[in-house]
């Protein structure tokens, strides 16, 4: 009989100790993942066809450069899959450069669903616009001007009709969109990198000295347009 109450006594004390470690464990989720946060795609690599090392090296600088001016937000670089090359770079390199993993980390995710399925909130969302600031065309453009709904649309058209390669735009989403309601996604800013891709116009045909530079442009503009949000 005496054996079967220590165990009772043990199992209780467990029981304490799982809601005590459980409670530990909200609060830490909690305290990071209530940071503002920034949700961002690799820009230019997929249709765009930018060179992946060079903008990896790029993303990496300018993740470097931001962090600082932040303060306790965090920056999040997202890819569709794991067998993404441009996230395998991003990852190794910010690694490689000891870049606080609390404020800067990789996440494969589809950006428009961060929360609802992957547990990540996420305020604001980087999107690889096309300089009509247009719907479609597909990759990361097509998914969140979808996801987002015609609320995204207007909000986008009552600011600005085109975007210049470099510039960013951020436009605040109206709380009638789903990807708001959904996701907890309160801002979105467009983003126009360089085009390398002869299809698509403006393409710089391989000239990568303005490529860079352009690119190097865009994550300034992006993360700029990020700490004006955050402040
Ligand atoms: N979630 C997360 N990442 C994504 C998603 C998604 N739903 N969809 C794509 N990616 P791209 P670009 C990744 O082609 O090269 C459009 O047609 C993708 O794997 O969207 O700047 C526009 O209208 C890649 O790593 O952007 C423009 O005309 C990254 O997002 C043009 O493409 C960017 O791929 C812009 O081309």
Redesign the pocket.
């Known amino acids: 009989k005496a054996a079967v109450s220590f165990s009772d006594n043990a199992v209780t004390e467990i029981n304490e100790h799982k809601d005590q470690m459980k409670g530990m464990v909200k609060d830490a989720s909690a305290s990071l993942g209530d940071a503002p946060t920034l949700a961002f795609?690799?820009?230019?690599?997929?249709?765009?066809?930018?060179n992946h090392e060079k903008a990896s090296d790029i993303i990496i600088e300018k993740v470097e450069e931001f962090l600082d001016k932040i303060g306790n937000a965090r920056l999040v670089f997202?890819?569709?899959?794991h067998r993404?090359k441009?996230?395998t770079l991003v990852k190794e390199k910010a690694s490689k450069r000891n870049i606080d993993p609390n404020k800067f980390f990789t996440f494969v995710?589809?950006?428009?669903q961060l929360y609802s399925q992957g547990g990540l909130r996420c305020n604001v969302v980087a999107n690889?616009?096309?300089w009509r600031l247009?719907p479609?065309?597909?990759?990361?453009?097509?998914?969140?001007f979808s996801a987002a709904g015609p609320a995204l649309e207007v909000a986008t058209k009552e600011q600005a009709n085109t975007l210049l390669p470099g510039r960013a735009l951020v436009v605040s989403l109206p709380s009638n969109s789903p990807l708001f309601g959904k996701e907890g996604v309160t801002h979105v800013i467009h983003v126009l990198?360089p085009?390398m891709?002869p299809q698509?116009p403006n393409c710089l045909k391989n000239d990568y000295a303005t490529g860079c530079k352009i690119l190097r442009d865009a994550y300034t503009s992006l993360f700029e347009g990020f700490v004006s949000i955050v402040r």
């Open positions: 795609p690799s820009i230019s690599t997929s249709d765009f066809q930018f997202v890819d569709l899959t993404s441009i996230l995710g589809d950006i428009t690889a616009a096309n247009k479609g065309g597909g990759g990361v453009n097509a998914a969140i990198g085009n891709n698509r």
